[in-house]
Every structure is written in structure tokens, then in C-alpha cells.
């Protein structure tokens, strides 16, 4: 409707805008009959018009939805990779998943598929990787490796002064306030263990970044599996540093079971099969068993289970101390051959150190697969060279101690899994330490199987695994469903003392254990602990439980027993806040998730009292409520009014058996259920993925193991929750409910083992890596410009004495350029390296725009040759198109006539200006502008195939005209066997036609049912209801020229 007369129509209805949607309204005392005629048209229009504007208006807000939807759709398209970094001592492996791109290593900038972990850190430049290993010879002291053997350890533990003895160039400072080392590179430059962990991870994520070519945040970080509770948290800070949000901290045993896992996922049944994966690699030994088979879940049916049965380790035992030892060996030999010489002791020059180590490195993997090798190095130190024949067998006389220690993780993993070595199907090598032949060859003795499982990748096993479970915990990709359920390696246990009263008047402290955790039990869970009989504020600690397992110089390593000790203050108020109330004790909430990191979610005061409801309280509506909830959770309850969270947490939760306390003390261990439902006013938990418990783990009475005096009185004075049994009176009032109320108390941790940095501290640490990172890529764009110049420069001066390029230029404008190329040239060499990146690339921008009449001229005279021929073909077809167009007759001419006087019209432009451009550039010397272009060109090509373009898809979809009927029409007679399509095929065409002009019988392909939908619609034949009949007509046979008379 044209705007003109909208506005009038608007204009004629005022109250419409008023009311929208209503009728409109009529003066007093008047009647819809009496209006006239045009009132009446007026009033409806102006209805219309209303109407029309809302229907705009929604119209407009769907489609500003569907916009955001979208905008909202690309932006997680980018977003979409996770990624895996398998983080081990020497190397790491990163793995991504993207869409389209399922679980792929990334490569590095060297296109290898392991990276050295490696760090050189210099005043102005860092290196990573290969870059960093080639700095080692050169600068040992600025670069570091194997730091994660410091992290999470004080400076008192042995593991220090073990990572002093293997590479005393570094210098270790201590930091007085968590007691830890830091790396003193420089007086100005310190780095703690996290921090340098923190670099490689950012490393690892722009090397998954290059090659998903998307930015990534999300990640899944292998650990050791013997990794404690400070060493854990201490990664989580480098990601932190390093700006990646952790779904999850796996370890490294329980993703290579994944891994294989995953690609065996066929051979996995009920039937359970034990395998036990041998994992040894550059700084230790883990060895794992691993119970597979189906499982059924409430989700997904029967799916694949993987479940950590028992674990072993040696942190000590790997390449690296084989490495060691044949440094120390190698150093030897080069000083008995320098003996008479009185030269230096070659172990007290780092760099020949480092050389030897590298060396050492290269000779141990060649003995794997040799009897003997020569070890050389030239120029080890003061120019002189080095040469030695090792052989295996005095390597493996070097590490006989360690080959002996070996077949230790497996009896603790066995121990641990309460299994025998019968009962293990299969064992199989992980890690590059297994390649040397001795460990086998040990192993092998140790298992008593006939050969050892080789059937999966060494290296790469655990970064798949741990990208798989990225892209579970994603929510971007649909996974197959396997249940993973790791184990705690650790026990922890809750403590504390209060005082009681053995007799009257004699008051003693009595100390308390409970079993929070259990060893080798499964994880991720949450458990909460019942404190009774406690009025006041208290404390009590959380600590690591029997560790007996562990040797006394594992322990030693191991670090502080001690976690935390919680403080509670508020106990006491919430008391005398609700004085008519039962208590029903202290409840502490343990989440232990799914990266095996303790956290204390909250400390609640929980009271209950009974409320008689009276009948009259209940209206209609909160009856119906109660009977729709009824029909949708199973039925009401006197407890279905208390808090969510407790009621499904006291349903799954089981008490545990009393201790040693006298009567009337209680405390109840628990355990949450599997997906409780939070409540608003809970905090929400530190780990996003740590409210899953495993299905079916009861804390029970066989975690504590000590049996209470009086736990018949314990068991009737707290039932499920605490709740006191009712007499038969009271069971039968039915009005009475429990109330329940929950008060958030205050909690005090204070971290024993080893604290973690202050936000003030971690914010200047997150700082210094992003401030460090800037630096390197301004340094990269520096030498990025400084490269492009220097290759313009060679590049362009090389051009000059090309015969294409002289013959478009003169001598004066060759040596022009020449000068200025020689002029930068020269300050490129002597002032370069101080120059800027702004003042390198002002310097390339002034060479180019110097040139750049000289280039264009070149890339124009390349072009002209191709664009010309296509030009001339395109005429000539389009000249041979519109002569075929004109001898159509005019019975059959779908074209008008205007439309071929147009194609007509732009050929001959098109011809005119080819001729004339041709001939003026002819006139023009080479060393001039040209006025035949190549952008000319091809927009005349585009206009003259627009032209053609259209007059073929009109062609394309035109309908052929009806043909009228021929009086001396005649049909010939089918045969007495012919079927009635063959009637329907053989038509004889009308006087003067040949059967090549039967009409076209495309547009009825358009109407069938398998027809492509953009077919269709230039047809615009109608609805289905016409479609029906057509296919009606075909399947009996109709003549071809009815239908298309009838469309």
C-alpha cells in the first residue's frame, strides 16, 4: 500500500493507535447501522492498518531474535575446540577436538608431534620446545626443565636437593613466606615452579590454537596419579596463569585406559576383563589395573565401564636417572682421557654437562635397539673432542639397581587391587622408558606372562584419552557414553577432640577419627560429615589417612599429612537463634571432584521441629499444587516441605557406624547423592563438574572400622537424619509436618600442607606471563617486518635487470629505485637493529609505493593476453546466441524483442570498446599508464554475461505456449497389444512441426515429488493439490500435450 494512503487511513482512525486490537469506538447515542457506507470502509481500514502494524511490529522482534540466535550460533561455532595437554617430565603432547576434526594431535612449528617441555628465559626473549632445547648447550643456566618435580613442594623436601644435585647450574632461591624455590635466573628476573608451568601451557594452547585455527580455552590436564593434594592444586594455579579454564585434571594412568578404552570399545561385555597397563616414563613408574566390562546406567542403558582396581609407583624410577648415569659415565671416560693433560674436572662446566646429557639421551635410545655404539661429541669443552664406544651391557651394569626396582609398582598395585597376578588377563607397556630391553626383559619375569601387550601408542595414549574426556565434558559435541571411575590413591580422614565427662566431675579430651575418603575408592563424590552434641564453635582437621603404603622415603617426599584445619564460628548463635528447635547436629559438605581436589563447600546449623497444620491453612490452589507434584514425584510426604537439597541428600545418605565415643556422642559420615539439587541460597561448589557422585557409593560402616560402645542407643537416637521414632499417637497425626531450617555457619580454613598464592600475588604472576607474552609478539611482528623488508629489498633488485621490467621503465626510473633500495639497504644493515617496527614497516611502505607503478605495469601486460581471449570468446558466443534467438519463430519466440535489442546493444558496445582501447594503448609507449585494464575488462565481461545469463534462465523456465488443434490431425491406430502409456507416448505433431518440437516436459519433473524445492518455486504451479492430479494423470497414461494445456 503506498505510504501516502496508509498515513490517510491512519490518519481517519485516531482512537486506533489508542487501543490496539479493539474496535473502534462510536459517539454517544449512535448505532453501527447509521454509519455510511464510507465510515464504515474507514473504520475497517483503519482496523486493517492497526492490525498490519502489530503484525509488523512482531514480525520485526521475531526476526531481531532470530538475528541474535544466530550472531549467537556463530560466536560458539568459533569456540567450539577443546583440548588436551598431556604434561609429561620430558615432553608433552597436545590433542584437540574440533568440528569435523575428531581427536587429532597437534603438531608444533617443527611439525613434530611431541614437544620438548623446555623453557629458556632470557632479559628480552623466551624459547620453547626444540628452540629452547638447541638454547641449552648455549645457555644452560636460563633454561629449565624438569620443573615439575618442584611443584607443590617445600624447600626441605628431599625431592629439591635431589633437582639441585641433577642440575646444579640452576640456582634456587626460597621464598619465605610459602617456604618453596623459585628459579633465580637473574637479579632481575625470578620465576616460581607455577609460573614456568604456567608459560609452557600457554605455549601448548597457541600451538592447539595455530592448529585449529579458533581460539581455545577449555582443557584437560594430565597429572601424575601419586600427585597429592598441593601438587594438584598447584597446576590448577599455572592454568589459572596461564588464562585456561581446567574442565578437569585427569591422570595420566586413568586417560591411558580411556584411550584404550575407547578404541576397544566392541570387545568390552559383562564379563569383566583385568588389564594392567605399565606405564614408565622419563621421571617415574606407574603401574595401573584396570577392570573393564558393561554396565548399566540410569541414562543410557548398557554402556562401557572402565574402573581403577589398584595402582603402583615409583616417582623416581624412569629415563631420566638412566640418562643421569650415563652422563656421569660419559664424564668419566672424558677425564681419564684428559688425566695427564692437568685439565678441568669436565662436570664443573655446564655447558659440557649439558652436552653430555644430550648425548647421553641420544646414546640410550640407540642402545635399545643395539649391541654397542659410539658415543662422540665434538668440541665437549676447551675445543676438544670426544669419543667413547658404549655398549649395552654397560649400560645395564650401570642401572642394575634400578632394573631390580622395576617389578616394585606391580606388587603394590596388586596389593592394593586385592588381586593376583592370575587374575590379570593382559599387561601392557606405556611410556619410552619400556623401550629399553631390560625393562621388559624384567617385567616380562615379574608378570610370568608369555609376552607383553605392545597393541597401543606409547606416547600419544594418554593425550587421546584426556581429549575424549574433554569433549565429554564439553558441552559442544555428543560423545558415546563410558563410565569412568577413578580411584584415590590418598585416604583422607576428618579429626577432632572434644571434651567429655567419663565420670561425674572428671572431664577428659578425647580424640576422634572418621574415614572421609577410603583408599582406592572411587571418585568424583561428595560426603558430608554430622557433627552432634556440639553447642559451641569448634574445630576440627582434615588430614591424609594410614599411608603405610608408602616407604619412609616416600613419605619424606610426600610432604605434610596435615591439610586443613577448619574453624567454625557462629555455631553458638545459631543455637540461640532458634532455641525451641531440635538440633540435628553440624553438617560439613566434602566435594572431592573430578580433578581429585578436596573442598570444603559449607558448614551448616540444621534444626527441626514439629508444625501442626490446621485445614484451613491449605487453599484450592496450593491442594492442586500438592496433588500435581504428587502425580510427578512419586507421591507427599510429611518431609517433601523441607529444604530440596536435604531431602534428596538424606534419602541416599547412610550413616556410619558410631566409634569409640561414649554415649550420646555421634557423628554420622554420609554421603551426598549422585546429583543433588541445589538450592539458591548454597554457594555454588569450586569446581564447576564436582556434583556428580558415583551411583550406588554408600559411606558405611566399614570406613571407620572402630565399633561404638553404645551404637544401639546411637542407632535409635538417630535414625535417617537424627529423627527420634514417633509413638503410635503421634504416627497417627497425620496434620503434624517437620520443619527444617538451615543456618550457614562461618568457616576458617587454614591450609597446612602448602598454601596456595594470595590473589594479590596470583594476580602479579597473571600479569607478568601476559606482559612477557605481549613482549614476544611484538618481538615476532619486529622481526616479521624486518624480514619483509629485507626480502623487498633483494627481490626488487633483482627484478630490475628482468627484461619485463626494463621494458616497461626507463633507465631514470630504474636507477631512482635502485638508490633507494641500495639507500635502505645500507640502514637496514647499520641501524636496523635498533629500529622499531613502526620505522620498519614506514620504510617497506615507502619502497612500495616507490615501485608500485612499475609492478602495475608488469602484472598488467601479464594479464592482458588471458583476459582478452576470454573477452573474444564471450562475444563471439553471445554473438552466435542471439543469432540462433532471432530465427526462432515467432509462433515459438520466447524472447521479446526489446531483450534481443539489448543483448545486440551491449555486444556492439562491448566490440567498440575493445577496438578503441586497443587501438589507444597501441599509440601509448610501454613506460606509461595503460588505458587498457585488467579490471576494465573484466567488468564488460560481467555486464555482457548478465545479459546472456538472463535470457538463458528465461529459456530455462519458460512454458511452452499451447498448440492449437489441427483439423487434418490424425492419430495412428496402436496395436492391439500396445499398453496404454505407449498410447499416451505416440503422439503425431501437427502439419509442418516434427516431433523435436514436442513440448518441453520439464515443468512436470518440477511438480513430482522428489523434486528439489528450488526448482519449484520459480514455477509457482500451486499447492499440492495440483501436484496430485498430475501424478494421477502419468500413472494412467494421459497425453503429454493435455497436461501441459491444462497448466
Given at each position: 500500500?503506498p505510504?501516502?494512503?496508509?498515513?490517510?487511513?491512519?490518519?481517519?482512525?485516531?482512537?486506533?493507535?489508542?487501543?490496539?486490537?479493539a474496535?473502534?469506538?462510536?459517539?454517544?447515542?449512535?448505532?453501527?447501522?447509521?454509519?455510511?457506507?464510507?465510515?464504515?470502509?474507514?473504520?475497517?481500514?483503519?482496523?486493517?492498518?492497526?492490525?498490519?502494524?502489530?503484525?509488523?511490529?512482531?514480525?520485526?522482534?521475531?526476526?531481531?531474535?532470530?538475528?541474535?540466535l544466530?550472531?549467537?550460533?556463530?560466536?560458539?561455532?568459533?569456540?567450539?575446540?577443546?583440548?588436551?595437554?598431556?604434561?609429561?617430565?620430558?615432553?608433552m603432547?597436545?590433542?584437540?577436538?574440533?568440528?569435523?576434526?575428531?581427536?587429532?594431535?597437534?603438531?608444533n612449528?617443527?611439525?613434530?608431534?611431541?614437544?620438548?617441555?623446555?623453557?629458556?628465559?632470557?632479559?628480552?626473549?623466551?624459547?620453547?620446545?626444540?628452540?629452547?632445547?638447541?638454547?641449552?648447550?648455549?645457555?644452560?643456566?636460563?633454561?629449565?626443565?624438569?620443573?615439575?618435580?618442584?611443584?607443590?613442594?617445600?624447600?626441605?623436601?628431599?625431592?629439591?636437593?635431589?633437582?639441585?644435585?641433577?642440575?646444579p647450574?640452576?640456582?634456587?632461591?626460597?621464598?619465605?613466606?610459602?617456604?618453596?624455590?623459585?628459579?633465580?635466573?637473574?637479579?632481575?628476573?625470578?620465576?616460581?615452579?607455577?609460573?614456568?608451568?604456567?608459560?609452557v601451557?600457554?605455549?601448548?594452547?597457541?600451538?592447539?590454537?595455530?592448529?585449529?585455527?579458533?581460539?581455545?580455552?577449555?582443557?584437560?590436564?594430565?597429572?601424575?596419579?601419586?600427585?597429592?593434594?598441593?601438587?594438584?592444586?598447584?597446576?590448577?594455579?599455572?592454568?589459572?596463569?596461564?588464562?585456561?579454564?581446567?574442565?578437569?585434571?585427569?591422570?595420566?594412568?586413568?586417560?591411558?585406559?580411556?584411550?584404550?578404552?575407547?578404541?576397544?570399545?566392541?570387545?568390552?561385555?559383562?564379563?569383566?576383563?583385568?588389564?594392567?597397563?605399565?606405564?614408565?616414563?622419563?621421571?617415574?613408574?606407574?603401574?595401573?589395573?584396570?577392570?573393564?566390562?558393561?554396565?548399566?546406567?540410569?541414562?543410557?542403558?548398557?554402556?562401557?565401564?572402565?574402573?581403577?582396581?589398584?595402582?603402583?609407583?615409583?616417582?623416581?624410577?624412569?629415563?631420566?636417572?638412566?640418562?643421569l648415569?650415563?652422563?656421569?659415565?660419559?664424564?668419566?671416560?672424558?677425564?681419564?682421557?684428559?688425566?695427564?693433560?692437568?685439565?678441568?674436572?669436565?662436570?664443573?662446566?655446564?655447558?659440557?654437562?649439558?652436552?653430555?646429557?644430550?648425548?647421553?639421551?641420544?646414546?640410550?635410545?640407540?642402545?635399545?635397539?643395539?649391541?654397542?655404539?659410539?658415543?662422540?661429541?665434538?668440541?665437549?669443552?676447551?675445543?676438544?673432542?670426544?669419543?667413547?664406544k658404549?655398549?649395552?651391557?654397560?649400560?645395564?651394569?650401570?642401572?642394575?639397581?634400578?632394573?631390580?626396582?622395576?617389578?616394585?609398582?606391580?606388587?603394590?598395585?596388586?596389593?592394593?587391587?586385592?588381586?593376583?597376578?592370575?587374575?590379570?588377563?593382559?599387561?601392557?607397556?606405556?611410556?619410552?622408558?619400556?623401550?629399553?630391553?631390560?625393562?621388559?626383559?624384567?617385567?616380562?619375569?615379574?608378570?610370568g606372562?608369555?609376552?607383553?601387550?605392545?597393541?597401543?601408542?606409547?606416547?600419544?595414549?594418554?593425550?587421546?584419552?584426556?581429549?575424549?574426556?574433554?569433549?565429554?565434558?564439553?558441552k559442544?559435541?555428543?560423545?558415546?557414553?563410558?563410565?569412568?571411575?577413578?580411584?584415590?590413591?590418598?585416604?583422607?580422614?576428618?579429626?577432632?577432640?572434644?571434651?567429655?565427662?567419663?565420670?561425674?566431675?572428671?572431664?577428659s579430651?578425647?580424640?576422634?577419627?572418621?574415614?572421609?575418603?577410603?583408599?582406592?575408592?572411587?571418585?568424583?563424590?561428595?560426603?558430608?560429615?554430622?557433627?552432634?552434641?556440639?553447642?559451641?564453635?569448634?574445630?576440627?582437621?582434615?588430614?591424609?589417612?594410614?599411608?603405610?603404603?608408602?616407604?619412609?622415603?616416600?613419605?619424606?617426599?610426600?610432604?605434610?599429612?596435615?591439610?586443613?584445619?577448619?574453624?567454625?564460628?557462629?555455631?553458638?548463635?545459631?543455637?540461640?537463634?532458634?532455641?525451641?528447635?531440635?538440633?540435628?547436629?553440624?553438617?560439613?559438605?566434602?566435594?572431592?571432584?573430578?580433578?581429585?581436589?578436596?573442598?570444603?563447600?559449607?558448614?551448616?546449623?540444621?534444626?527441626?521441629?514439629?508444625?501442626?497444620?490446621?485445614?484451613?491453612?491449605?487453599?484450592?490452589l496450593?491442594?492442586?499444587?500438592?496433588?500435581?507434584?504428587?502425580?510427578?514425584?512419586?507421591?507427599?510426604t510429611?518431609?517433601?516441605?523441607?529444604?530440596?537439597?536435604?531431602?534428596?541428600?538424606?534419602?541416599e545418605?547412610?550413616?556410619?557406624?558410631?566409634?569409640?565415643?561414649?554415649?550420646?556422642e555421634?557423628?554420622?559420615?554420609?554421603?551426598?547423592?549422585?546429583?543433588?539439587?541445589?538450592?539458591?541460597?548454597?554457594?555454588?561448589?569450586?569446581?564447576?563438574?564436582?556434583?556428580?557422585?558415583?551411583?550406588?557409593?554408600?559411606?558405611?560402616?566399614?570406613?571407620?572400622?572402630?565399633?561404638?560402645?553404645?551404637?544401639?542407643?546411637?542407632?535409635?537416637e538417630?535414625?535417617?537424619?537424627?529423627?527420634?521414632?514417633?509413638?503410635?499417637?503421634?504416627?497417627?497425626?497425620?496434620?503434624?509436618?517437620?520443619?527444617?531450617?538451615?543456618?550457614?555457619?562461618?568457616?576458617?580454613?587454614?591450609?597446612?600442607?602448602?598454601?596456595?598464592?594470595p590473589?594479590?600475588?596470583?594476580?602479579?604472576?597473571?600479569?607478568?606471563?601476559?606482559?612477557?607474552?605481549?613482549?614476544?609478539?611484538?618481538?615476532?611482528?619486529?622481526?616479521?617486518?624486518?624480514?619483509?623488508?629485507?626480502?623487498?629489498?633483494?627481490?626488487?633488485?633483482?627484478?630490475?635487470?628482468?627484461?619485463?621490467?626494463?621494458?616497461?621503465?626507463?633507465?631514470?626510473?630504474?636507477?631512482?629505485?635502485?638508490?633507494?633500495?641500495?639507500?635502505?639497504?645500507?640502514?637496514?644493515?647499520?641501524?636496523?637493529?635498533?629500529?622499531?617496527?613502526?620505522?620498519?614497516?614506514?620504510?617497506?611502505?615507502?619502497?612500495?609505493?616507490l615501485?608500485?607503478?612499475?609492478?602495475?605495469?608488469?602484472?598488467?601486460?601479464?594479464?592482458?593476453?588471458?583476459?582478452?581471449?576470454?573477452?573474444?570468446?564471450?562475444?563471439?558466443?553471445?554473438?552466435?546466441?542471439?543469432?540462433?534467438?532471432?530465427?526462432i519463430?515467432?509462433?515459438?519466440?520466447?524472447?521479446?524483442?526489446?531483450e534481443?535489442?539489448?543483448?545486440?546493444?551491449?555486444?556492439?558496445?562491448?566490440?567498440?570498446?575493445?577496438?578503441?582501447?586497443?587501438?589507444?594503448?597501441?599509440?601509448?609507449?610501454?613506460?606509461?599508464?595503460?588505458?587498457?585494464?585488467?579490471?576494465?575488462?573484466?567488468?564488460?565481461?560481467?555486464?555482457?554475461?548478465?545479459?546472456?545469463?538472463?535470457?538463458?534462465?528465461?529459456?530455462?523456465?519458460?512454458?511452452?505456449?499451447?498448440?492449437?488443434?489441427?483439423?487434418?490431425?490424425?492419430?495412428?491406430?496402436?496395436?492391439?497389444?500396445?499398453?496404454?502409456?505407449d498410447q499416451?507416448?505416440?503422439?503425431?505433431?501437427?502439419?509442418?512441426?516434427?516431433?523435436?518440437?514436442?513440448?518441453?516436459s520439464?515443468?512436470?519433473?518440477?511438480?513430482?515429488?522428489?523434486?528439489?524445492?528450488?526448482?519449484?518455486?520459480?514455477?509457482?504451479?500451486?499447492?499440492?493439490?495440483?501436484?496430485?492430479?498430475?501424478?494421477?494423470?502419468?500413472?494412467?497414461?494421459?497425453?503429454?500435450?493435455?497436461?501441459?494445456?491444462?497448466?
Amino acid at each position: 500500500m503506498p505510504g501516502g494512503r496508509q498515513r490517510n487511513l491512519e490518519a481517519a482512525d485516531p482512537e486506533a493507535g489508542a487501543a490496539p486490537g479493539a474496535a473502534p469506538s462510536l459517539p454517544s447515542g449512535s448505532f453501527t447501522s447509521s454509519l455510511s457506507k464510507k465510515t464504515k470502509r474507514r473504520h475497517c481500514r483503519g482496523t486493517m492498518a492497526a492490525t498490519d502494524r502489530r503484525q509488523r511490529q512482531r514480525r520485526r522482534v521475531c526476526w531481531a531474535l532470530v538475528a541474535v540466535l544466530l550472531a549467537d550460533l556463530l560466536a560458539l561455532s568459533d569456540t567450539l575446540a577443546v583440548m588436551s595437554v598431556d604434561l609429561g617430565s620430558e615432553s608433552m603432547k597436545v590433542a584437540i577436538v574440533k568440528p569435523g576434526v575428531p581427536m587429532e594431535i597437534v603438531l608444533n612449528k617443527e611439525s613434530r608431534r611431541k614437544t620438548p617441555v623446555i623453557v629458556t628465559l632470557k632479559e628480552n626473549e623466551r624459547f620453547f620446545g626444540d628452540s629452547a632445547a638447541s638454547m641449552a648447550i648455549k645457555n644452560p643456566k636460563a633454561t629449565l626443565r624438569y620443573f615439575q618435580h618442584l611443584l607443590g613442594k617445600q624447600a626441605d623436601n628431599p625431592h629439591v636437593a635431589l633437582y639441585q644435585a641433577r642440575f646444579p647450574e640452576h640456582e634456587l632461591t626460597f621464598d619465605p613466606q610459602r617456604q618453596t624455590v623459585h628459579f633465580q635466573i637473574s637479579p632481575q628476573l625470578q620465576f616460581s615452579p607455577e609460573e614456568v608451568l604456567g608459560m609452557v601451557l600457554n605455549y601448548s594452547r597457541s600451538l592447539a590454537e595455530d592448529f585449529a585455527e579458533q581460539p581455545i580455552k577449555d582443557a584437560v590436564i594430565t597429572v601424575p596419579v601419586f600427585f597429592n593434594q598441593a601438587e594438584r592444586r598447584a597446576v590448577l594455579q599455572a592454568a589459572r596463569m596461564a588464562g585456561l579454564k581446567v574442565l578437569q585434571l585427569i591422570n595420566d594412568n586413568t586417560a591411558t585406559a580411556l584411550s584404550y578404552g575407547v578404541f576397544r570399545r566392541k570387545d568390552i561385555n559383562t564379563t569383566a576383563q583385568n588389564i594392567m597397563f605399565y606405564d614408565m616414563g622419563s621421571g617415574s613408574t606407574v603401574c595401573t589395573i584396570v577392570t573393564y566390562q558393561t554396565v548399566k546406567t540410569k541414562e543410557a542403558g548398557m554402556q562401557p565401564q572402565l574402573q581403577i582396581r589398584g595402582v603402583g609407583f615409583d616417582r623416581t624410577l624412569g629415563g631420566l636417572e638412566m640418562e643421569l648415569r650415563l652422563r656421569d659415565h660419559l664424564a668419566g671416560l672424558f677425564n681419564e682421557q684428559r688425566k695427564g693433560q692437568r685439565a678441568k674436572d669436565v662436570r664443573e662446566n655446564p655447558r659440557a654437562m649439558a652436552k653430555l646429557l644430550r648425548e647421553a639421551n641420544r646414546l640410550k635410545t640407540v642402545l635399545s635397539a643395539n649391541a654397542d655404539h659410539m658415543a662422540q661429541i665434538e668440541g665437549l669443552m676447551d675445543d676438544v673432542d670426544f669419543k667413547a664406544k658404549v655398549t649395552r651391557v654397560e649400560f645395564e651394569e650401570l642401572c642394575a639397581d634400578l632394573f631390580e626396582r622395576v617389578p616394585g609398582p606391580v606388587q603394590q598395585a596388586l596389593q592394593s587391587a586385592e588381586m593376583s597376578l592370575d587374575e590379570i588377563e593382559q599387561v601392557i607397556l606405556v611410556g619410552g622408558a619400556t623401550r629399553v630391553p631390560k625393562v621388559q626383559e624384567v617385567l616380562l619375569k615379574a608378570v610370568g606372562k608369555e609376552e607383553l601387550g605392545k597393541n597401543i601408542n606409547a606416547d600419544e595414549a594418554a593425550a587421546m584419552g584426556a581429549v575424549y574426556q574433554a569433549a565429554v565434558l564439553s558441552k559442544a559435541f555428543k560423545v558415546k557414553p563410558f563410565v569412568v571411575r577413578d580411584a584415590v590413591v590418598y585416604p583422607i580422614l576428618v579429626e577432632f577432640t572434644r571434651e567429655v565427662e567419663e565420670e561425674p566431675g572428671v572431664h577428659s579430651l578425647k580424640h576422634n577419627k572418621r574415614v572421609l575418603f577410603s583408599r582406592m575408592g572411587p571418585y568424583p563424590q561428595r560426603k558430608v560429615i554430622t557433627f552432634n552434641r556440639y553447642s559451641h564453635d569448634f574445630n576440627f582437621h582434615i588430614n591424609y589417612g594410614d599411608l603405610g603404603f608408602l616407604g619412609p622415603e616416600d613419605l619424606r617426599v610426600f610432604g605434610s599429612q596435615n591439610l586443613t584445619t577448619v574453624k567454625l564460628k557462629g555455631v553458638g548463635d545459631s543455637f540461640k537463634k532458634y532455641p525451641d528447635y531440635e538440633s540435628k547436629g553440624i553438617k560439613a559438605h566434602f566435594n572431592l571432584d573430578e580433578s581429585g581436589v578436596l573442598s570444603l563447600d559449607r558448614v551448616e546449623s540444621v534444626f527441626e521441629t514439629l508444625v501442626e497444620d490446621s485445614p484451613e491453612e491449605e487453599s484450592t490452589l496450593t491442594k492442586l499444587g500438592n496433588t500435581i507434584s504428587s502425580l510427578f514425584g512419586g507421591g507427599t510426604t510429611p518431609d517433601a516441605k523441607e529444604n530440596g537439597t536435604d531431602t534428596v541428600q538424606e534419602e541416599e545418605e547412610s550413616p556410619a557406624e558410631g566409634s569409640k565415643d561414649e554415649p550420646g556422642e555421634q557423628v554420622e559420615l554420609k554421603e551426598e547423592a549422585e546429583a543433588p539439587v541445589k538450592d539458591a541460597s548454597q554457594p555454588p561448589p569450586p569446581e564447576p563438574k564436582g556434583d556428580a557422585a558415583p551411583e550406588g557409593e554408600k559411606a558405611t560402616e566399614k570406613e571407620n572400622g572402630d565399633k561404638s560402645e553404645a551404637q544401639p542407643s546411637e542407632k535409635a537416637e538417630a535414625g535417617p537424619e537424627g529423627i527420634p521414632p514417633a509413638p503410635e499417637g503421634e504416627k497417627k497425626q497425620k496434620p503434624a509436618r517437620k520443619q527444617r531450617m538451615v543456618e550457614e555457619i562461618g568457616v576458617e580454613l587454614v591450609v597446612l600442607d602448602l598454601p596456595d598464592l594470595p590473589e594479590d600475588k596470583l594476580a602479579r604472576s597473571v600479569q607478568k606471563l601476559q606482559d612477557l607474552t605481549l613482549r614476544d609478539l611484538e618481538k615476532q611482528e619486529r622481526e616479521k617486518a624486518a624480514n619483509s623488508l629485507e626480502a623487498f629489498i633483494f627481490e626488487t633488485q633483482d627484478k630490475l635487470y628482468q627484461p619485463e621490467y626494463q621494458e616497461v621503465s626507463t633507465e631514470e626510473q630504474r636507477e631512482e629505485i635502485s638508490g633507494k633500495l641500495s639507500a635502505t639497504s645500507t640502514w637496514l644493515e647499520d641501524e636496523g637493529y635498533g629500529a622499531t617496527t613502526v620505522m620498519l614497516k614506514e620504510k617497506l611502505a615507502e619502497l612500495r609505493k616507490l615501485c608500485q607503478g612499475l609492478f602495475f605495469r608488469v602484472e598488467e601486460r601479464k594479464k592482458w593476453p588471458e583476459r582478452l581471449s576470454a573477452l573474444d570468446n564471450l562475444l563471439n558466443h553471445s554473438s552466435m546466441f542471439l543469432k540462433g534467438a532471432r530465427l526462432i519463430p515467432e509462433m515459438d519466440q520466447i524472447f521479446t524483442e526489446v531483450e534481443m535489442t539489448t543483448l545486440e546493444k551491449v555486444i556492439n558496445e562491448t566490440w567498440a570498446w575493445k577496438n578503441a582501447t586497443l587501438a589507444e594503448q597501441a599509440k601509448l609507449p610501454a613506460t606509461e599508464k595503460p588505458v587498457l585494464l585488467s579490471k576494465d575488462i573484466e567488468a564488460k565481461m560481467m555486464a555482457l554475461d548478465r545479459e546472456v545469463q538472463y535470457l538463458l534462465n528465461k529459456a530455462k523456465f519458460t512454458k511452452p505456449r499451447p498448440r492449437p488443434k489441427d483439423k487434418n490431425e490424425t492419430r495412428a491406430e496402436p496395436p492391439l497389444n500396445a499398453s496404454a502409456s505407449d498410447q499416451g507416448e505416440k503422439v503425431i505433431p501437427p502439419a509442418g512441426q516434427t516431433e523435436d518440437a514436442e513440448p518441453i516436459s520439464e515443468p512436470e519433473k518440477v511438480e513430482t515429488a522428489g523434486s528439489e524445492p528450488g526448482d519449484t518455486e520459480p514455477l509457482e504451479l500451486g499447492g499440492p493439490g495440483a501436484a496430485e492430479p498430475e501424478q494421477e494423470e502419468q500413472s494412467t497414461g494421459q497425453k503429454q500435450p493435455l497436461k501441459n494445456d491444462e497448466l
